[in-house]
């Protein structure tokens, strides 16, 4: 079976520091990828997807990259972190449905990262 | 105004209550997705569907493309069930995971 992992759950990091959040899946080859973030009091949105090994699109102007190294790991980055970037980042791969033209997704645990 | 708006924003139940959260979105979507997220903040796929009516186990999701609204209803609620439900709106292109999210639902279930 398929199972996604995540990690870290939480993390506290001071403003300027980097990042780095990794995400693995299992049971699935050449999965869609993404990465979202959750800010306190908002909805999801999505920041990064990938369709395949070093293949990243961005769906917003951010202090973060991602970056796929390999088919089931899935890399969110930062050189230097903004007190911005404090939220929680769910990694989620997809697998489409085709009876309705849709992709299910799965979704990590999350990492709650709180920029001080 | 956000395009995906889920009501209520809170919702307190008696276990065994018949429960209806409503999603209505103002742009056209390809797909609608049903999500449960847990204290915690880990968050399970319930539903995608694009028409009709899905169910699994006491849940259940229907979809009115015309009058561009969804429902998530359950049934024999339970506090197992305390959760926080989001619906999302796929649009006509970009990638399937650029969803429009509505921002939640939060659902406690009483014994």
């Known amino acids: 079976s398929q199972t996604i992992h995540q990690w870290p759950a939480t993390l506290v990091q001071p403003v300027g520091s980097p990042l780095s959040l990794e995400c693995t899946v299992e049971g699935t080859s050449n999965p869609n990828l993404y990465w979202y973030r959750q800010a306190a009091g908002r909805g999801l949105q999505l920041l990064f997807y990938s369709v395949g090994i070093g293949q990243i699109s961005s769906e917003v102007p951010q202090n973060l990259s991602a970056s796929r190294p390999q088919d089931r790991q899935f890399i969110l980055s930062s050189k230097k972190l903004l007190l911005s970037d404090s939220g929680f980042y769910l990694c989620?791969?997809?697998?489409?449905?085709?009876?309705?033209?849709?992709?299910?997704?799965?979704f990590g645990s999350g990492t709650q990262l709180s920029v001080l | 105004k956000n395009e995906v708006e889920q009501s209520p924003q809170n919702l307190t139940a008696q276990e065994g209550e018949f429960i209806t959260i409503n999603c209505s979105y103002s742009?056209?979507?390809?797909?609608l997705h049903w999500l449960q997220q847990h204290p915690g903040g880990g968050i399970v796929s319930l539903f995608m569907?694009?028409?009709g009516k899905k169910k699994h186990g006491r849940l259940i999701a229907t979809i009115n493309i015309q009058e561009k609204h969804s429902s998530l209803h359950i049934t024999a609620s339970h506090p197992r069930d305390s959760a926080v439900y989001i619906c999302?709106?796929?649009?006509?292109?970009?990638?399937?995971?650029?969803?429009?999210f509505g921002k939640g639902t939060k659902l406690s279930v009483k014994p």
């Open positions: 999302a709106g796929k649009n006509y292109g970009g990638s399937q995971g650029n969803l429009i």
């Open positions: 989620a791969w997809g697998t489409a449905v085709f009876s309705t033209g849709g992709e299910k997704l799965f």
């Open positions: 742009v056209g979507i390809s797909a």
């Open positions: 569907l694009s028409s």
